[in-house]
């Protein structure tokens, strides 16, 4: 009994449909599986139509670009309301200042003398929340470069010519947020901020988990932070983050948590619905 509590589709930067994932989930035998697009939760409708109907649990999700202390870190938040009203403006936001930032990252190329149009780049993307894998993708296709890797080197990554800095909000906020849609708030793959001192702000933050199980986590640093969330009680999570064959191959598979994590995510959830229907409702009479 294992899951998977991050991966992508097409909706946003991964190359599968919600549909081939579920299909791969189903396959790789998991029990429940998450949906952790970035910045929106636009494929989680399809996501869990398709996983019902092949018997895995589905876990609504996004990955949410933020910042603390000049640091670029990842907040997931599980078990959203995807309905959820400031939830859906905050998202509608970042997937603008998304397709704005292909429009400045193709200004750029033309700078160099790359043509590629931003129509391309939104057709290959067909999503709301594009990055610069897609515009990768776009130059690779165009053969203006001859694979991703190679479109990044030249154009994409930071400090080459197109660059462009990606909206973020203040992870303080982003917890905040998650909350106020129903949802946990997780640490995505700690050990790529490169900054564990990010971790007690956000935990007094009220930051609920930490993802210690990632692909690109050692051994070594699964146990250091399975040992940070246990000294700092924090939820466990993990997942591949999968991205299909954007990453060369699909990681779906590589990193099975056990079911568990997922219970004591559901047990959290719960806890902390009750204790807000209690406030909310306000009088002892409303308890029962
Ligand atoms: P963005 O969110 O638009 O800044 O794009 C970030 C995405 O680009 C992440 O999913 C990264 O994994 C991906 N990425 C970064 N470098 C590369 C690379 N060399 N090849 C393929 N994908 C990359
Ligand atoms: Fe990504
Ligand atoms: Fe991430
Ligand atoms: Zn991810």
Avoid at 122 to 134: D, E, I, T, V, Y
Avoid at 147 to 156: H, I, T, V, Y
Wanted: glycine share 8%.
């Amino acid at each position: 009994m294992h899951a998977d509590l991050h991966l992508h589709t097409n909706f946003s930067d991964g190359t599968y449909t919600p549909e081939e994932l579920a299909g791969h989930a189903a396959r790789c035998g998991f029990k429940a599986v998450a949906l952790t697009d970035h910045d929106t939760m636009e494929g989680c409708e399809r996501m869990a139509a398709a996983c019902r109907e092949r018997g895995v649990e589905f876990v609504p999700a996004t990955e949410l670009t933020a910042e603390h202390d000049g640091y670029e870190l990842h907040m997931l938040g599980y078990f959203l309301d995807s309905k959820n009203t400031r939830l859906q403006t905050e998202l509608a936001k970042f997937q603008q200042v998304r397709q704005q930032r292909i429009h400045e990252m193709v200004a750029r190329l033309a700078g160099v003398g790359v043509p590629v149009k931003a129509e391309a780049v939104f057709a290959l993307a067909n999503c709301r929340s594009p990055g610069r894998p897609h515009v990768a993708r776009t130059l690779v296709q165009a053969g203006l470069c001859s694979n991703l890797d190679e479109a990044f080197e030249r154009f994409l990554r930071k400090g080459r010519p197109a660059w462009v800095p990606k909206f973020k909000i203040s992870a303080m906020e982003a917890v905040d947020l998650i909350h106020h849609a129903g949802g946990l708030a997780v640490m995505a793959h700690p050990g790529l901020n490169h900054n564990d001192g990010l971790i007690p702000d956000l935990v007094d933050a009220g930051m609920d988990g930490l993802e210690c199980f990632h692909t690109k986590h050692s051994t070594a640093l699964t146990q250091r932070y399975l040992e940070i969330a246990d000294r700092l009680q924090l939820l466990v999570t993990g997942g591949s983050d999968c991205h299909g064959m954007s990453k060369g191959q699909p990681l779906i598979g590589s990193i099975k948590i056990p079911y568990e994590c997922v219970e004591r995510l559901k047990e959290r959830v719960l806890q902390r619905a009750a204790e807000n229907g209690v406030m909310l409702a306000g009088t002892p009479a409303c308890k029962s």
